[in-house]
């Protein structure tokens, strides 16, 4: 296989791997389904809110989604489901 230059060397190796078709799933059909579940269940947004927030906090919000890929809605949904949950890591600011 030819070489990506911008991927390291075990990047490159899995990509060589997975387009020789060498990689297979471990995962058993029980597994399968207890994650399909899980994220039924996790995923699930079924209450509406409205917030109000000020211009330049909405500006930054779509700027940082943007930047992930995502959706605003789905950036602010998940920073808040983070919080609540404990798994948001709050870094220092630089000085």
């Given at each position: 296989?030819?070489?990506?230059?911008?991927?390291?060397?075990?990047?490159?190796?899995?990509?060589?791997?997975?387009?020789?078709?060498?990689?297979?799933?471990?995962?058993?059909?029980?597994?399968?389904?207890?994650?399909?579940?899980?994220?039924?269940?996790?995923?699930q947004k079924?209450?509406?809110?409205?917030?109000?927030?000020?211009?330049?906090?909405?500006?930054?919000?779509r700027a940082?989604?943007?930047?992930?890929?995502?959706?605003?809605?789905?950036?602010?949904?998940?920073?808040?489901?983070?919080?609540?949950?404990?798994t948001l890591?709050?870094?220092?600011?630089?000085?």
């Open positions: 296989m030819q070489a990506t230059p911008s991927l390291e060397p075990e990047e490159q190796q899995l990509l060589d791997d997975f387009e020789a078709g060498s990689l297979h799933s471990v995962a058993s059909p029980q597994l399968l389904t207890q994650l399909r579940a899980a994220a039924r269940s996790t995923g079924d209450v509406r809110i409205n917030i109000r927030l000020s211009s330049p906090d909405l500006q930054a919000l940082r989604a943007l930047q992930e890929g995502i959706p605003y809605q789905t950036l602010i949904s998940s920073v808040l489901h983070k919080y609540i949950s404990g890591r709050e870094e220092p600011a630089p000085r």
